[in-house]
């Protein structure tokens, strides 16, 4: 579930953002619909004032993340182009793409990645899989191997897989993870354990060749730095809807100066994809964006109802990049009325 922002302006012209819907929907309404009470007469095209407004006024990354991909996508229109024309043009003619797949055993994982890779998709995020308790036997990592072993023999060599950790092994778990798969060759581990020290995050990316992915917690520029000058993250995964098009750049450009790759993280809709594309076009240290992939058919004729038939598809591994104006995307608001569980 996410939000769909609609911001109007008095010149015609409407841009459309995309919030997470937690805790709920209608919680996650009822809290936009305050934080954003403020913008009523507000110039759309000073987006920097505007968020700074909104965190001065308490606003949290979410409010302000839909916001600008909302005044992102006015500014495209405004500007009559795509969204990443209007950012300085294209850095590429297309965005490699990945596959956020789910599955709650190796055989509903192998069924996700083989459909993912009939749809165009060439990589995958799959979830790590952490049981119960305290303890982790060599059990766990012999078993950890192997899912990644039969996911990528169902789908072939060229395919490559992201492992989500999601925050959950503690440095050590996480490591030796990291040891049980390193001649797997992983895009990257993500988030490979929670919020530990600086020192616990180097000792991973110290004691393995796999790569590291932090960042889709993190939504200032200040935290963005610290994580950059642990020298332990490969990959930099700032949230599109908590951190919006702008602040992703930001944090983009400070990642460049580390040579680390940006990775935007995104478990939201059409619209956050859509934006993670233009972001992807537009930075020349952008590695992939993800998106959700649903073996749910109702879900996924939602997404595409909601962005007026664009269906987020892939070629051999690529998105298309977006052609329309600001995001590219004709969202129906009828269509977000039809499936709307808050208002």
Not at 157 to 176: H, M, N, Q, W
Not at 177 to 190: G, K, N, Q, T
Not at 254 to 274: D, K
């Amino acid at each position: 579930r996410y939000v769909v922002l609609k911001v109007a302006t008095d010149e015609g012209v409407t841009g459309y953002g995309e919030a997470p819907a937690g805790p709920d929907a209608q919680t996650a309404v009822d809290r936009l619909k305050r934080e954003l009470a403020s913008l009523s007469g507000a110039n759309p095209a000073r987006t920097l004032q505007i968020d700074a407004a909104l965190a001065k006024a308490g606003a949290g990354p979410a409010a302000r993340g839909a916001v600008n991909i909302a005044l992102m996508d006015i500014l495209g229109k405004t500007a009559k182009a795509p969204l990443y024309e209007a950012l300085g043009g294209p850095t590429r003619a297309k965005a490699r793409a990945m596959a956020v797949v789910t599955g709650a055993s190796t055989g509903e994982l192998r069924d996700a990645v083989m459909q993912a890779k009939r749809d165009g998709h060439r990589a995958f995020s799959v979830p790590l899989h952490m049981p119960s308790g305290m303890e982790r036997g060599r059990e766990f990592y012999v078993n950890v191997r192997a899912q990644l072993d039969a996911l990528r023999e169902a789908v072939g060599e060229e395919c490559d897989f992201v492992l989500d950790c999601a925050g959950g092994p503690t440095p050590g778990e996480a490591l030796s993870i990291a040891d049980r798969v390193e001649d797997f060759h992983l895009l990257w581990m993500d988030e490979p354990c929670g919020d530990v020290s600086a020192t616990a995050r180097a000792s991973i990316s110290e004691g393995t060749v796999t790569p590291m992915g932090y960042g889709r917690n993190t939504t200032r520029n200040s935290e963005f730095q610290d994580l950059l000058r642990e020298d332990a993250i490969d990959v930099l995964r700032p949230d599109v809807t908590l951190n919006g098009v702008t602040n992703v750049r930001k944090a983009a450009a400070l990642a460049e100066t580390y040579y680390v790759a940006l990775s935007p993280f995104n478990r939201g809709g059409p619209i956050a994809t859509a934006a993670g594309i233009h972001i992807a076009a537009s930075l020349p240290n952008s590695f992939i964006q993800e998106a959700p992939y649903s073996l749910n058919e109702a879900d996924r004729r939602m997404r595409r109802e909601i962005a007026g038939g664009w269906d987020e598809n892939v070629g051999e591994g690529w998105f298309p990049l977006l052609t329309g104006r600001g995001l590219g995307l004709e969202i129906d608001e009828d269509a977000v009325r039809k499936y709307a569980v808050a208002s």
